[in-house]
């Protein structure tokens, strides 16, 4: 697997309502200074992040595409991509531009930083 799949690979696992949900792979795959600027402008920390994602109802498939990878040093990396909600009738909604920061420490990739931008296309 490459650099870039690595990476893309774990941000799409935090796309999934089975890890969303399992606080033990969430604390292994966000680093614990992790900050997020939501889709709402809301800026969570790590300790609130978790407790959201933990709660979420919405089971709503995220769609991704369009990554982008950069790297920032060899152990920073940039990842952007386009994303949006869609509900069980096939209808995309909350239509973003992303950007996550993974950092690697002792050897594993984790979350820094993520942001979510309103758009109205993808």
């Not at 709660?55 to 950069?70: C, D, T, V």
């Not at 096939?90 to 690697?104: E, P």
């Amino acid at each position: 697997m490459s650099f870039f799949e690595l990476i893309k690979t774990k941000e799409l696992e935090l796309h999934q309502p089975d890890v969303r949900a399992n606080q033990s792979r969430l604390f292994k795959l966000l680093h614990p200074e992790f900050m997020e600027i939501g889709y709402s402008g809301t800026v969570y920390d790590f300790d609130a992040i978790v407790s959201q994602l933990n709660e979420e109802s919405e089971n709503q498939k995220i769609i991704a595409e369009e990554f982008e990878y950069r790297e920032l040093s060899p152990s920073v990396v940039l990842l952007t991509y386009k994303s949006a909600r869609e509900d069980e009738n096939g209808v995309q909604h909350r239509l973003a531009m992303r950007s996550s920061i993974w950092i690697q420490e002792a050897g594993e990739w984790m979350i820094r930083f993520h942001q979510g931008t309103p758009t109205e296309s993808n």
